[in-house]
Structure formats: C-alpha cells, structure tokens
T-cell receptor, first 117, second 111 residues
C-alpha cells in the first residue's frame, strides 16, 4: 500500500514553455502533498506544501508564480513550471502523507527529471 | 530555520555495522525520520523517532536524543544493496508534517 505515482518521469522542453507534473496517491487519500527539488548528489529541497482545497504554502525563496501548485483532490496534486528556463532543469519529487496513524511518514513518487533546452 | 548535518560519505564492507549520525538545529521539533534513496530513485521511509531512545526495524535501528539534538541510523549486517544515500529529516510542525532533509550520506558497501 501507500503508492504515489508521479508523471511524467522524464520531460524535455524548450525554454519559455510550461510543464505540468502530476502526483497521485493511488491507494490512500493524501491530506498533504509536498513538492521537492533535488540537484545531483544533493539533498531534497522542500519547495511547497499543499493541502487539498487550499492554497499551497511555499518555502522562502520559491517563486509561487513560477511554480504553480494545485491540489484539487485528495489524490492529485500538480506542479506547473511556467515559462521554464534552463536553470529550472532539475529532479522534481512529490510526496504525500495522510492523517492516519502513519501521519509522520511521507511516501514519495519516483520523481520527474526536467531538462529545459 | 532548520539545519541538519550528516557525514557526506561512509564506506563499509559487507556484513559490517555502520552508524550514520545526524545533528540538527530547528525551531520547533516533532520528530526525526530516516529515508533511503538509491541513485535515480525515490526516497523510501526507513524509520521515525519522536521520543528519545532506540527504534529497531529489522537490520535498521534509529536512535534519538532530543536533549542533544542528535540522532543516528544504525545499519547491521550490511548488504551490497544497502549502497545508497541516507537522509535524516526533521519535522518541526505537527499539523503540516513538513520535513526538512539533511544533506544526505552516501553509503558505499564493498565486498
């Protein structure tokens, strides 16, 4: 159980275009979803926290107009990288948690590798 | 803010025991978690401590000392498949369960 699906796993786009990444909890209702960014051989940097039906809370230094997050249902959150530029190239990972006994565990998607040309 | 420190790399041989330390500074603390990540893969949950002491899960154990702002992950009977990066993460808020991750420790297991 506790499977999180992230799609696409890999995307290449031209500079100036927008890219949408989906994160779905397949077998549980995720009260909270998180979006991280990870550079090669580095840690996971928390970008934002989203709760279903409310606006995402962004970490300091993360541009909310650049990284649009929508958490429309208890099983789906999306991250849209708007007007992507080469410096946005990175590995983006989502995770989900729920309000049950395992509330302090995050279940991660497999990540999306974004390359902006 | 949050600050976590881990060794960047550890090397050990198969069958050995290795300890990965994590020290943290955080404004508000709820718990310390450990995650494993293989190259190119998703982080997977290993262990969680909210209270002082040792938590054992098979070959992996995790320890927390809240007074020392310190924890460690202990891996026993190392196997080649344990070669991965290990991250400690603190959660500083009960409601949001936001995790802040350490820089990660690359564990190399050699035959």
């Amino acid at each position: 159980g506790a499977v999180v699906s992230q799609h696409p796993s890999w995307v290449i786009c031209k500079s100036g275009t927008s890219v949408k990444i989906e994160c779905r909890s397949l077998d549980f209702q995720a009260t909270t979803m998180f979006w991280y960014r990870q550079f090669p051989k580095q840690s996971l940097m928390l970008m934002a926290t989203s709760n279903e039906g409310s606006k995402a809370t962004y970490e300091q230094g993360v541009e909310k107009d650049k990284f649009l997050i929508n958490h429309a249902s208890l099983t789906l959150s999306t991250l849209t990288v708007t007007s992507a530029h080469p410096e946005d190239s990175s590995f983006y990972i989502c995770s989900a948690s729920w309000a049950g006994p395992a509330k302090n565990i995050q279940y991660f998607g497999a990540g999306t590798r974004l390359s902006v040309l | 803010g949050q600050s976590l420190e881990q060794p960047s790399e550890v090397t050990a041989v198969e069958g050995a025991i290795v300890q990965i330390n994590c020290t943290y500074q955080t404004s508000g603390f709820y718990g310390l978690s450990w995650y494993q990540q293989h190259d190119g893969g998703a982080p997977t949950f290993l262990s969680y401590n909210a209270l002082d002491g040792l938590e054992e899960t098979g070959r992996f154990s995790s320890f927390l000392s809240r007074s020392d702002s310190y924890g460690y992950l202990l891996l026993q009977e190392l196997q080649m498949k344990d070669s991965a990066s290990y991250f400690c993460a603190v959660s500083g808020s009960y409601n949001f369960n936001k995790f802040y991750f350490g820089s990660g420790t690359k564990l190399n297991v050699k035959p």
